[in-house]
Structures are given as C-alpha cells and as structure tokens.
C-alpha cells in the first residue's frame, strides 16, 4: 500500500506527534508498505529517506503559546505537488485542526483520509471562529483516530461526528529488553524512584514529588530518587531539607537507551503530571520495562493504566497521598511484582504489533470501495468557474 | 451610466452567488461519494463477518448446538432484506458473544487444524465491522447537517440523492476476541522475549505471527513465530528520543 502521512510540526523539533509519526512510518515500511512523510523542517536538518520536507515551519503566536507551523502559498503548492507524486491510496494527516500542514493538505487532497487526533485541547476561541473555514476540509476526513477515550470524547464534544480509539504505539521489545543498570538498582533499605520529564515544566509535577520525598525518606529511608530530563537542577531542589538533597540523583538529558535502562531498574516508576495529558506514553513505556506505576489520576493516565489495575493511582497534586502509597509499594514486594506482572500483560495492546495492524485497518477500511488519493481540483479558481458553468 | 454600473454589480454578485452554490454542490456530492465507499466498507465488513461464522459453524469444531445457533444467525444475516438487515446482523453479534461467552470455545477453535487462522480472520472481522459503522455514520452525520442548510434545501442542491441514513446495529464483538491485551495478541514474536517484567514474564508465549491482520498471507503458518515481517529490532534505538513524552 502507498502512504502518505503528513506530520504537523517539525522533524527536527522532539515532540510526542513527531516520535509517533516516525515510529508508524519505520513500522509500516518494516511491513513492506510504501511509506512517505511531508513534515516541516530546516533545510539543514538531515531527514530520513522516507520524509520530504515541506519548507520551515514559521513560529507564530497561536492560542496561547508559540507555535511553529506553515502556511502560506508556497506551502500549499509544495503539499499539492507531493500529493500529485506520491500517487497514494491513503493519506494518514495528524492534528487535523490547528493551522498547519496537515490542514493544508486536506484542503488539497481528496480520496481516502484518515486523521489521527492527538490532543484533548479545549475548544479555542480561534477554532468557533474558524469552524465555517475547517468544517469543509474535516468533511473530506473519511475516518478519525483519537488517541484515547478522552481525547475522542472532546472531539466528538467539539466537532461532532465519531471516531475510533487507538492508543499510541510503543516499542514494547525495546524496554522489556533493556539491560538494567547497577548504579539505578534499588536494593532492600536503598530502593529506587524514577521520575522521566522537564524539570522545569510544573505540569510534569516534579514539584509535588519533592513536596513528597520528606515524608517517603522518612519512613523508608535510604530512598533514592533518579531525575532524568532536562531543567535547573539547582533550582528543582531549593524546597528540600539540605540533608535530602544527596537523595535525589539528577541524570539530566538521557538517550533512548538509558531510558529504557533506567525504567527496568527501577523499583518505582512515579509519575506525579498535574494536567495537559491527553495520553501518557511514557507510563506505558515504564510498564513495557517492567516497572510499578504509581500515577496521578488524570483522565488520560487512568485510562492507559486500565483504571487502575496496571499501576497505582493517587489524586492529583496531593502530596501526603503520593508519599502514602509510595512507601506502602516500596515496603510490599509482592505488590509490586503483582503490579509488573498485570503491567506487562497490559501493554501488549500499545505495542506497535497491535497498535500497527489497527491503523492498517482502519487504511484498508477507508480504501475498500474508494480511489486513490488526488489533488483536489475543485479549490482552484479556474476549476471552479469551470465547474460554475457545468 | 448609474445603470449599467447597477447590472454590473447585480451580474458581479450573481456569480458570486453561483460559484459559492457550485462549490457547496461539490461538498455536497464529495461527502456523498464518501458515504458511498463508507457503505461498501461496511458491507464488505458485515459480509466478511458472517461467511467466517457460517464457515466455523459448518466445520464441526464447536459443539452441536453452538454450531447451529451461530449457522442459523450468520444464515439470516447474509440473506437478510435491506430492512431487516440492522436487526439480522444485530443478532450475528448476540449469536457470537453468546458462542464465544468462554474462552474455551476459541480455545477449541485455535486447536482444531487450521483453527488459529480462522481465530484471527473471525476477530479482525469483528473488531471492524464497528470501525467500518463508524466512519459510515460519521459521514452519513456531516451529510446531514450540510443538506439541513437552508442554501442546500431552497436550491435543491442534494438533486435525487435519497437523504442519508445511518447504520443502527448492536456491533458489540465477543470480549474474548475484541480484548487486544490478553491472549489474542501476544507481544512481538520472539519467543521468551515477551514484555514480561523482572517479576512477571509467564504470559509470554506467542501465539501467533507478529501481524495477526496487516499482511494478509505470509506469517500464517502454524507456527508462525519466526516469520519474516517483523524486523523492527532496533526500530527506535539511537535515534534522539528525548526523556519527555
């Protein structure tokens, strides 16, 4: 099968819907399928074969923050003329509804679409007033994805419609493989929490874990906690008593590898977010590695752990809670060995194997009974007044 | 001269007018032709579903009065008339949760020589005929609203096209076929390499081929651990993940 799949933001950015694109595209050539990628990106940047670059992605100021994104004639053309070359049987566009590629590309392609959804946003001010503009490009989406129970119950508040839930994949074989690492091995009297995210973002809720370590110390001393990802260190552990501060290791920016590492090593996988999850991949990354989950009970995290069979969740932002249950786990080894256990049966449905042939699919739904995909020649001028005297 | 500037203005405006009806037109029939591919979707998807029934229940792995409730089901849905259609494939739903009720039955059913791609080929077939209903009623739901529009309904916009209707079928597929997390779909092949933990692990044990519905051929051999598809070893090592999802 051809595929084509536009990717949103740019490739040499890191970002969740830019790992997903890249982790789909390389699954389904792996598959023996025909796989290209438009996606905005400096002309420095080197790209993998599979991807065409769509010009460089303007920042704009858009709905609150910066977003980078492309627009304009010359982007359109360069969307038009990849979808007249890839002559493809489906075209897969991701993030449908902000001002980007993958609008510009429904706007200029007709035959079988397929639209994955990846954030539960709040219905913006920008999006009511552009509703009239989007709604014919949405029209010609035949089939939408939304990465989660919730972030399919915003859409369908949003736009109406359905859609059907697919998780995102995850490389299950990668973390469960992984070597663990001595130096982040828990032993009994010296167990070990991982924490994965910005240090310096407060909706990862690294906050609310320092708030926490006092309390877990305390009662299960010799805890140490392993930080990976980027911030002020310093800064991060201002709050805590000076003696604590040996407890918590910083590992600042890790590579892949390591973080599948870390996962398999530790005792605790903690993850204390405070809001704006419209997934959690990287729970089902920790369970994949084997690790106990202990997380907040956001929508998105409740769903990925199975409402709270695969991992252990606290309320939101409560501390007390979160010291609670953590030296409850880090003190019962039968109840976290229980939690591996359902965790690793779990993720079986993110693997790319389950997730993959879903997505597959959904493409062979949409193209039983259709053509292929094509420029849409109704949006030119001259086509239309041609069309107008029909 | 002040009247021939008015006609100008009034033939300026009426091709305005008529441009944007053409192009509401072409909306129009656009969602149209994708309610028609949407349907042959489904209806390749219903089908599918119901000859894999009446197959499994004419092959003598189920039990007698299994064999029958599902035959005479699939029977009915693949005969029945356009208005009795939503009910008749309805009851193919109840017929195969009931026959699949217990693991057991799929268990015998994977047993049987040949049974483990019938297995596969019945539970992708059920996981997309609500997939394929879906994306019908989707369209069917944005050609709605657009014909309910006043431009649409006074200028006759829709010409002949009978108003849409959607799909309305009970498409709930058996538990122990829709569960992609037990059983059904082991983790990516290789034996004993199964996400199990450091303190789990028992589950591992593949079952089938690394892509039970993708490729439609290869992999399928009984025991289809080792086949080709599934290099993706690798696949996402050292290439810059970031620590943040």
């Known amino acids: 099968m051809r595929i084509g799949i536009v990717c949103p933001y740019s490739w040499d950015v890191p970002g969740g819907v830019q790992f997903h694109v890249r982790d789909l595209a390389e699954h389904l050539i792996g598959l023996g399928h025909q796989v290209s990628v438009l996606a905005p990106s400096d002309d420095e940047t080197p790209l993998p074969s599979y991807v065409v670059s769509a010009g460089r992605a303007v920042p704009v100021p858009y709905n609150g923050s910066v977003a980078r994104l492309n627009f304009g004639f010359l982007s359109a053309a360069r969307v038009r003329r990849w ?227 695969a991992g252990e969740l606290f309320p939101v932002e409560d501390a007390e809670a979160l010291a609670a249950r953590t030296v409850a786990l880090l003190q019962e080894p039968g109840r976290r060995a229980d939690l591996r256990e359902r965790g690793a049966r779990h993720v079986r449905r993110f693997d790319w194997a389950t997730v993959g042939a879903d997505v597959l699919a959904v493409y062979e739904t949409v193209t039983d009974g259709a053509a292929s995909v094509a420029p849409d020649e109704r949006t030119g001028l001259r086509a239309r007044f041609g069309l107008a005297r029909d | 001269m002040p009247t021939l500037t008015t006609v100008i203005w009034i033939v300026v405006a009426l091709l305005l007018v008529g441009v944007y009806l053409s192009w509401t037109a072409g909306r129009l029939d656009r969602l149209h032709a994708r309610i028609d591919a949407a349907r042959a979707a489904l209806d390749a998807g219903l089908l599918r579903r119901a000859s894999i029934a009446q197959e499994l229940a004419t092959a003598g792995v189920l039990d007698p009065a299994a064999s029958m409730v599902l035959y005479q089901a699939a029977h009915d849905a693949r005969l029945a008339e356009q208005d009795h259609r939503e009910v008749a494939e309805s009851e193919l739903s109840q017929a195969l949760r009931a026959v699949f009720a217990e693991g057991t039955q799929l268990e015998a059913v994977r047993a049987a020589p040949g049974g483990r791609e019938t297995a596969e080929e019945l539970g ?89 519905e993708g490729q439609d051929s290869e992999g399928h051999h009984p025991e289809g651990h080792h086949s080709e598809g599934h290099d993706d070893e690798g696949h996402g090592s050292g290439q810059g993940r970031g620590p943040e999802d």
């Open chain 1, 83 to 309: 979808v007249n070359d890839g002559d493809f049987h489906v075209l897969h566009i991701h993030e449908p509804a902000t001002p980007s590629l993958a609008l510009l590309a429904c706007w200029a392609a007709q035959g079988p679409i397929v639209a994955t959804f990846h954030t539960s946003n709040p219905r913006s001010r920008a999006m009511i007033a552009a509703y009239p503009i989007l709604q014919p490009a949405l029209e010609k989406i035949s089939a939408r994805i939304a990465v989660s129970e919730y972030a399919r119950r915003t859409l369908v508040e949003h736009l109406g419609g359905d859609a059907v839930t697919i998780p995102n994949g995850v490389d299950v074989r990668f973390f469960a493989d992984a070597e663990p690492k001595s130096a982040w091995q828990g032993a009994p009297g010296a167990h070990t929490i991982g924490f994965i995210g910005r240090i310096d973002e407060p909706r990862k809720g690294l906050p609310v874990l320092m708030k926490a370590l006092p309390a877990i110390v305390e009662q299960a001393p010799g805890t140490r906690l392993l930080v990976a990802g980027r911030g002020d260190e310093q800064e991060a552990v201002a709050g805590l008593p000076r003696a604590l501060r040996d407890n918590v290791v910083f590992l600042g920016m890790v590579s892949d590898e390591d973080k599948a590492r870390l996962l398999r090593s530790v005792d605790l996988y903690v993850a204390p977010n405070t809001g704006g999850e419209s997934f959690g991949i990287i729970l089902v990354e920790a369970m994949s590695a084997g690790a106990p989950v202990l997380a907040a009970d956001l929508d998105a995290f409740e769903q990925v752990l199975d409402g709270g069979a």
């Open chain 2, 124 to 212: 992708a077939a059920v996981r997309r005929v609500p997939m394929a209903r879906r994306f019908h009623n989707d369209a069917v739901r944005a050609a709605r609203a657009l014909r309910r529009h006043r431009k649409v309904r006074w200028f006759r916009l829709a010409g002949h096209a009978p108003f849409p209707l959607a799909f309305e079928m009970d498409d709930e597929p058996p538990p122990v076929l829709a569960d992609r997390g037990h059983g059904a779909d082991p983790a990516p092949g290789v034996p004993g390499a199964g996400p199990g933990g450091p303190g789990g692990g028992g589950e591992s044990g593949g079952s089938e081929g690394p892509d039970p």
